[in-house]
């Protein structure tokens, strides 16, 4: 039996190529992304995404990381915002298996402090150093294919499954970040 430690001349040649076609393919994707305004930015830990957010992007999905829903999967396709605004906008999406879409919202238990007890509370999940509020919209599509278009207001939008099944997603997203109206008495 021949075992080969090493890759022969033509499996180091075919990988150079596919490398090499791979970066040429990147470079024409990105190229035509910035041309056409399509832009995708990762937040940095500790700051925030920019207030004009768009984005186009196919993602697999992972755990979701909030406490007690490690068994449900998630993509996140709208960053959080921990500066006061929240995000208002328009997200369309086709995906490989029917998803929920999760949004987002700063929990304030301080208001209604005393009538948790006696009328509820909505869903909510530990989230930074506070709680957020969690809107679980299914949308059917009433086609063959698991896919839709919402307007959303929240801090975070993300594509989700209750039952843990494993995902992809492609979704095109157009978010502002909004200044919360101050309510006075």
């Given at each position: 039996?021949?075992?080969h430690?090493?890759?022969?001349?033509?499996?180091?040649?075919?990988?150079?190529?596919?490398?090499?076609?791979?970066?040429?393919?990147?470079?024409?994707?990105?190229?035509?992304?910035?041309?056409?305004?399509?832009?995708?930015?990762?937040?940095?830990?500790?700051?925030?995404?920019?207030?004009?957010?768009?984005?186009?992007?196919?993602?697999?999905?992972?755990?979701?990381?909030?406490?007690?829903?490690?068994?449900?999967?998630?993509?996140?396709?709208?960053?959080?915002?921990?500066?006061?605004?929240?995000?208002?906008?328009?997200?369309?999406?086709?995906?490989?298996?029917?998803?929920?879409?999760?949004?987002?919202?700063?929990?304030?238990n301080?208001?209604v402090?005393?009538?948790?007890?006696?009328?509820?509370?909505?869903?909510?999940?530990?989230?930074?150093?506070?709680?957020?509020?969690?809107?679980?919209?299914?949308?059917p599509?009433?086609?063959?294919?698991?896919?839709?278009?919402?307007?959303?207001?929240?801090?975070?939008?993300?594509?989700?499954?209750?039952?843990?099944?494993?995902?992809?997603?492609?979704?095109?997203?157009?978010?502002?970040?909004?200044?919360?109206?101050?309510?006075?008495?």
């Amino acid at each position: 039996m021949n075992v080969h430690v090493f890759p022969t001349k033509w499996g180091l040649k075919k990988n150079s190529v596919l490398l090499a076609a791979s970066i040429v393919a990147m470079f024409f994707v990105l190229a035509a992304a910035s041309s056409i305004g399509v832009t995708t930015v990762n937040a940095q830990k500790g700051s925030n995404p920019p207030d004009h957010y768009i984005v186009q992007r196919t993602a697999a999905s992972g755990p979701d990381p909030l406490p007690g829903h490690q068994g449900h999967q998630l993509v996140m396709a709208i960053p959080p915002r921990d500066d006061g605004k929240i995000w208002t906008g328009t997200i369309s999406y086709v995906a490989s298996y029917p998803v929920e879409m999760v949004i987002l919202h700063k929990y304030d238990n301080a208001s209604v402090s005393g009538n948790e007890s006696s009328v509820g509370k909505p869903l909510t999940a530990p989230f930074g150093k506070g709680q957020v509020a969690i809107t679980l919209v299914k949308e059917p599509s009433n086609t063959p294919v698991p896919s839709g278009s919402l307007n959303f207001a929240g801090d975070a939008v993300a594509f989700h499954t209750l039952d843990g099944h494993k995902f992809i997603v492609t979704y095109t997203a157009d978010a502002r970040a909004e200044d919360l109206s101050k309510v006075t008495k």
